[in-house]
């Protein structure tokens, strides 16, 4: 609940008090997430045997902080879902902690000349601040069973390493927190909904908080409201989309964190959201308002739309999808250029640089830095001549970008799904994401049934589609501006 509350106030909240009907049900992302999180427990578990288990009936914590007592005052080496309980500040309120494992350390306590201290695994592989504080918290509790700080407690990541935590740095953070989440879960309204894709996109209150914010057009649906400038939005009586479409930008571009194009950007979302129209960006240096040029968007007699699908977990690229589109003769062609196992991401990446070669002249269309940053990668993965991927990546195109710098779109995100959508192009399959297309891998890998493959393949051409969708709208989009710029310069 700490760690959950630390995310979103609303979500510890709501895992309380909220009606369990309303939660969505696990995706196959999430329960591959989890699958892989009890296999990373399994696997660091195996360093500790033999494991002791406190027996107790689930929810009966009274049991399980005896049965853990119990097993700590025998000194046994390592204890698995100890259960350590101390009171709050508050009479009707328990802390409760339950620390992957505790180990045994020389050191004094109120068992005799040894102690604990707590390890939690998580599968992540950064020591993230909320990871931390939780980890400071098991040592919190486990100080008042034990009599006595533990010097350190641990968090046992992805990488295999234990990250020491520096409980004397956290206390006090750890503190504020616990305040304020016993004063926020004893108060009987719901904290404020926020939609945050980070962070709400794996969250099984999502439908819910959705379907509220999308019927009060809650500020946090535009993207640029941060969590930060929402709060300055409201100090200053802007709460709704309607207000902030009739503020002009140079009210807002003072205020910490705005400035002057993030207030333009922020109104023209509200009042493009208001009229459901695209507004072109201004840009006063250049000589036809308009910030993109034609050779942002070359044309060429053919043009190339690539998009990767890759598994950031197991290090691999497994498919290389490449749109060919003959602008003479109207031909659209996908390759899909994939590697069916690991073993087979080095001919896929050849059989890439192949295609892309014979096709010299051709602009490569893509969505986001990440293409151009993974043929990098891969480059130096399979040892391809450094001048040849700075050829090819001059040819890179990033539609992403041309897209936030030219246009704003009465979307919510500026994700290829949302862009393409709205601007009339529609995938296949409905369910179809980067996260599925991991999911659906997983399971090629593990039945060979090649319908997986096929999904892939699929979702990857519409994904390699809508890029050339997004291309041909805003080229569109920008001829009027082009035009002006032709007409003062006298070309056609
Ligand atoms: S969906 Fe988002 S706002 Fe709602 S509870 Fe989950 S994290 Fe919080």
Redesign the pocket.
């Known amino acids: 609940m700490l760690f959950h509350y630390q ?2 106030h ?2 510890a909240f ?1 895992d309380i008090y909220g009606d369990p009907s309303q939660q969505d049900p696990p995706s196959d992302y999430l329960l591959k997430l989890r699958q892989d999180s009890t296999d990373h427990r399994h696997e660091v578990l195996q360093d500790f045997q033999p494991i002791h288990r406190p027996p107790f009936n689930p929810g009966d914590w009274a049991a399980g902080a005896k049965a853990t007592r119990d097993l700590m005052a025998q000194g046994v080496e390592t204890i698995h879902r100890a259960v350590l309980v101390m009171p709050s500040p508050v009479a009707e309120v328990q802390f409760v902690s339950q620390p992957d494992l505790l180990i045994k350390q020389p050191g004094w306590s109120c068992w005799g000349d040894w102690t604990y201290a707590p390890i939690d695994i998580k599968l992540g592989k950064k020591p993230k601040l909320d990871y931390q504080v939780v980890a400071t918290y098991h040592a919190y509790v486990l100080s008042r069973v034990q009599g006595v700080w533990p010097e350190h407690s641990y968090l046992a990541l992805r990488d295999g390493q234990r990250y020491p935590i520096d409980l004397g740095r956290l206390v006090l953070k750890l503190q504020d927190t616990l305040n304020h989440c016993l004063q926020d879960l004893r108060s009987p309204q719901t904290p404020e ?4 894709h980070s ?2 996109d794996l ?1 099984h ?2 439908g ?3 379907g509220e914010a999308k019927a009060q057009r809650h500020l946090s649906l535009l993207p640029g409201v941060t969590p930060a400038r929402y709060e300055f939005l409201r100090q200053h009586h802007i709460t709704t989309v309607a207000t902030l479409a009739q503020t002009s930008p140079a009210y807002l571009a003072p205020l910490p964190g705005f400035g002057e194009p993030v207030a333009e950007k922020l109104v023209h979302q509200a009042q493009a959201l208001m009229d459901n129209r695209a507004i072109p960006r201004t840009d006063s240096q250049s000589p036809h308002g308009f910030p993109l040029w034609p050779e942002d968007l070359p044309e060429a007699e053919i043009e190339l739309f690539f998009d990767i699908e890759s598994a950031p977990d197991q290090n691999l690229i497994y498919l290389h999808g490449v749109l060919v589109v003959n602008r003479l003769t109207g031909e659209e062609t996908f390759h899909a250029l994939l590697a069916e196992s690991h073993a087979e991401e080095r001919r896929a990446w050849k059989d890439f640089l192949d295609l892309v070669h014979a096709y010299p002249d051709s602009p490569v269309y893509h969505f986001c830095p990440y293409e151009a940053q993974t043929v990098r990668k891969l480059g130096q993965r399979y040892g391809t001549h450094n001048r040849h991927i700075d050829t090819l990546l001059s040819r890179f195109f990033d539609i992403h970008k041309c897209v936030t710098d030219g246009v704003t779109l009465p979307i919510e995100s500026y994700a290829l799904k949302h862009i393409a959508r709205w601007m009339g192009f529609d995938w296949r399959d409905e369910g179809a994401n980067g996260a599925q297309s991991i999911c659906w891998y997983n399971a090629w890998a593990e039945t060979g049934d090649r319908t997986y493959l096929d999904a892939i393949l699929r979702y990857n051409e519409d994904d390699c589609r809508a890029t050339y969708h997004v291309r041909e709208w805003l080229a569109n989009f920008a001829e009027p501006h082009w035009e002006r710029l032709y007409t003062a310069n006298g070309a056609p």
């Open positions: 995310r979103c609303r979500r709501l909904l926020f939609i945050s962070r709400c969250c209150w999502f819910h908080c959705y």
